[in-house]
């Protein structure tokens, strides 16, 4: 079995998208935010949360169902790099592209700071 250094590239899409997304959400918590601090340990509250439903779906079927609401269910760079296989099974059959779901949630968060903070209203600097 021969090990070819270039197909791990295509893995590195799903982990900048990862990435994206999950920094698409932050800065939307941080536009709505007004504490650093505040934002800083719900931005890590929503991810860790987000983690543990992955996992823990995987081990309890109860839980099953609320994986595809995770940002860490379409990371999937394992079956991109092993099977070249880009599309993640979100339930009965239908297929979506995982790296294409974490830039969409990426790039929804973007445009919902944005959004957020235009409309804010900031305080005046003391």
Do not use: E, H, K
């Amino acid at each position: 079995m021969t090990v070819d250094p270039r197909v791990f590239g295509r893995g590195l899409w799903s982990s900048g998208a990862l990435l994206f997304a999950v920094s698409g959400y932050t800065m939307w918590l941080s536009a709505s935010g007004r504490f650093r601090w505040r934002v800083m340990g719900l931005a890590v509250f929503v991810t860790l949360l987000q983690f543990l439903v992955n996992v823990v779906g995987q081990l309890w079927d109860a839980v099953a169902p609320l994986r595809p609401l995770t940002v860490f269910y379409y990371y999937q760079p394992q079956q991109i790099i092993l099977r070249d296989a880009w599309m993640v099974d979100v339930g009965r059959g239908n297929l979506v592209n995982g790296v294409v779901v974490l830039a969409a949630v990426g790039a929804i968060g973007y445009a919902l700071a944005l959004w957020t903070f235009c409309r804010r209203d900031l305080p005046a600097p003391l």
